[in-house]
């Protein structure tokens, strides 16, 4: 690029990389008070149960409210918190959140769902997650079999050998462990096996197009029948039409989440869903 465009093009392009500089340092300088001045907060996105269409779960996804930048994606600032190792004490805030608040549901006396949180990487590699995990199970009373963690295949790929041992001391306090986004990273499948996890998640790259496109059909196929084969469960995420669920419905996937069925909602939006049709979805 720089090349091709001759001085011009290489001046424009300092001047995008600051413009991108400064965006980084503005959400770092931001995101470093965002826990204290309350700017954070979680969304729940119900897994429905394709046979039963009973919500057993949802994912806690993170929402930042800045006063200064307004409202930011996590898919901007999360990679600054990673890089900046503020996700150590966000991640931390995620977890107990999100703990605290399903165990609040239950003493609500609502139908009981797993809740599902999001590791980073920095997180995943930390000596003592597990616990910090059971630590925080402990102070909220939260049942361990309902919490799940969120790991993405190229986080248990940097290190094998690693994520191995990390996984079965967090599968020995009794959570449950499930791949994200399945399928875009560079996942060995005869590694696959050595990891003990209970699900994995179809990446919703390969569900937008499913009913359309053979070949995301044919990945898709192809990952519910390994998965299924050693004894994982499958969730398909952003599932936004009827015709996708019913064509994993016929390959006997066995959870659903996407706007098909709800967006992210807050928790009390979620408390209302549960207990409006005892735990079950209409489509
Ligand atoms: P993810 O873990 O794969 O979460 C699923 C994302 O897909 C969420 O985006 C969700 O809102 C979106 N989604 C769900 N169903 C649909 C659908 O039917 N259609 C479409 N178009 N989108 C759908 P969101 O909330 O923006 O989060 C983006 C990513 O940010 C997450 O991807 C996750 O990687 C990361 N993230 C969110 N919260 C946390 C967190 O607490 N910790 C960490 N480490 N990462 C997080
Ligand atoms: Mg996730
Ligand atoms: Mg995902
Ligand atoms: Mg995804």
């Known amino acids: 690029f720089v090349k091709h465009a001759g001085k011009n093009g290489y001046e424009l392009f300092v001047k995008s990389m600051n413009v991108v500089a400064k965006r980084r340092l503005e959400l770092e300088s931001h995101l470093r008070h965002a826990?204290?001045?309350n700017e954070l907060s979680l969304n729940y996105q119900p897994q429905v149960e394709v046979t039963s269409g009973r919500i057993?779960?949802?994912?806690?996804?993170l929402r930042w409210n800045s006063q200064?930048?307004?409202?930011v994606s996590p898919v901007e600032f999360i990679p600054v918190a990673e890089e900046t190792g503020l996700i150590s004490p966000i991640g931390e805030w995620v977890l107990r959140e999100a703990c605290q608040q399903a165990r609040v549901?239950?003493?609500?006396?609502?139908?009981r769902i797993r809740v599902a949180v999001n590791l980073s990487v920095r997180q995943f590699a930390k000596q003592n997650l597990e616990k910090l995990v059971s630590q925080v199970l402990l102070d909220t009373g939260l049942p361990v079999n309902c919490l799940e963690l969120e790991i993405t295949e190229n986080m248990l790929m940097d290190d094998v050998e690693g994520s191995v041992e990390t996984l079965h001391r967090l599968k020995a306090l009794g959570v449950q462990l499930a791949i994200d986004d399945f399928g875009t990273g560079?996942?060995?499948?005869?590694?696959?096996?050595?990891?003990?996890?209970d699900r994995l998640k179809v990446d919703r790259?390969?569900?937008?197009?499913?009913?359309?496109?053979?070949?995301d059909a044919s990945v898709t196929q192809a990952i519910i029948a390994v998965a299924h084969n050693l004894g994982l469960s499958v969730t398909a995420e952003g599932v936004e039409e009827k015709s996708q669920l019913e064509f994993l419905r016929e390959l006997h996937c066995e959870e659903i989440q996407g706007y098909l069925f709800s967006r992210p909602l807050k928790a009390d939006d979620l408390a209302q869903l549960l207990d409006s049709n005892n735990g079950y979805i209409r489509v």
């Open 105 to 111: 549901w239950q003493e609500q006396g609502l139908p």
């Open 56 to 61: 057993i779960g949802v994912e806690a996804l």
């Open 186 to 197: 560079y996942s060995s499948l005869s590694y696959l096996k050595r990891f003990p996890i």
């Open 205 to 215: 790259s390969f569900i937008t197009h499913v009913t359309t496109d053979p070949g």
């Open 68 to 71: 200064e930048l307004g409202f």
């Open 35 to 37: 826990i204290e001045l």
